[in-house]
């Protein structure tokens, strides 16, 4: 074994590389030869750690995942249209199995046509070179790099690089991708690499794909750690226009995030603050609402994550009601009860006005989490029997509770029997 792979693969976790071990001679019996592909490979050489098991074979990656799933008892997924499957290891380690596959592209941002092949193609169909290397794992070849395109020069070299002028032009979302992997390991993309990227860019080459899929993978980009570095670096390039023609992006305020987000994460110890989402609502906060409205309309977003995006969309108007002179804190209540966790958060984070701060953090630490003695069951059998009427008085217990006017349950019995004859 290569002295360098076998220094990588010590420091590797024990569980993963015992667990390669096992799909290695289970592959010798079957005869198959197989590899640990893609991003666990730069990983290793990375020396980082991924959890992400991708194993290639030469043969049915299915049949030797079936395997493997009898013999240890584990669940998995089979996906036949890919010739692929899933196997669940553990709660926190899975292992994606596929067959070694040829690609092409009949036009730029197509689906490829697949055709099965050996290790060298389905190194070839990758992104860049960094993730086009491959670790056999048959005991005989164990620890074998399969490095066809120079993969460990760029990584020793910090180098992303595409393997061929069309690689951009197959595929336009390697263009978000060549910017993620450059922030995260804080590499460069490679001289000849980025004046093509550029040219994809002018060439506005997303419109190739389908929306859904560029956004999906912006999406990977939210999750990263180094999220604004990532933007930064699209917004030098002007790589955004494909959320929106001519989109202009705060900056400043999102070079904020990454010290707002402790913040928020010490006024709200129960919900963590989703700072993908966050960094979304910043990134559209300057659009017309129209164009809003179109790219919500464009892209799938979860319900869920496209309310908040309205919802913080508005966060003036909601500050406005929140900056009131006298509030009470039922109102207050009122105000955000009804928005989103990430909403509240994105207005905490927004607004510069004390009093706003003051408000949203009572809110989240106490008032959110009030709850009265009083059940509907209670208020109808103190002679009430509308159901409308018993929400209101539940209600109405509920706000001055908050208020502070009622600390027990006699208090709360003896105002809803006024609150019923009112
Ligand atoms: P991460 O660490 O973010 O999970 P990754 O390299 O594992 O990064 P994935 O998106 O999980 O990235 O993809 C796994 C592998 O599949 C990549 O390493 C790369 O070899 C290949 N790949 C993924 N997307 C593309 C693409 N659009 N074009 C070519 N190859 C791709």
Sequence with gaps: MD??????????????????????????????????????????LLKRNNLDIDIVVEGSG???????????????????????????????IHIDFATARKESYPFSGALPVVAPGNIRDDLFRRDFTINAMAIS????????LVDEFGGLVD??????????????IEDPT???????FEQRFRFCIQTHTLNLLKE?????????????????????MLKERDVVLCFKRLIQLKALSFLSPGIKINLPLLQQIDKNIQNLRRVSSRVDPSVDLICLMILLERLKPKALEALLSRFNLRREDRVAIVESYKWKDIETKLSRGHLKPSEGYLILKP???????????????????????????????????????????????????????????????IDGKLNNKQQEYKRAKELILL
Aim: charged letters at 30%; one cysteine or more.
């Design 62 to 92: 299915i049949l030797l995942a079936q395997e493997i799933a009898r013999e240890q008892k584990k669940k998995l997924i089979i996906y036949p249209q890919f010739k692929t499957a899933t196997l669940f290891w553990s709660e926190d």
């Design 200 to 220: 994809a860019l002018k060439k506005e080459l997303f419109k190739n794909v389908k929306a859904q899929r560029y956004f999906n993978e912006f999406k990977k």
């Design 174 to 180: 390697r263009i978000l991708r060549a910017v993620r």
């Design 339 to 401: 928005l989103s966790q990430t909403t509240i958060l994105y207005l905490r984070f927004r607004s510069l006005k004390r009093i706003v701060w003051q408000r949203i953090d009572r809110f989240l630490k106490n008032d959110q989490m009030v709850k009265i003695f009083l059940t509907g069951e209670d208020i109808k059998n103190l002679g009430c029997t509308s159901g409308q009427k018993i929400g209101e008085v539940l209600d109405n217990v509920l706000y001055e509770k």
């Design 155 to 168: 990584l020793q070299h910090k180098k992303i690089r595409i393997l061929h002028d069309k690689s951009f």
């Design 3 to 44: 002295k360098l792979i076998k220094n990588c693969l010590t420091t590797m976790n024990p569980k993963i590389l015992r667990i390669i071990k096992i799909v290695g001679r289970k592959a010798d019996q079957k005869n198959l030869k197989t590899y640990l592909v893609g991003g666990i490979v730069r990983d290793v």
């Design 137 to 144: 794992i048959n005991k005989d070849s164990f620890g074998q």
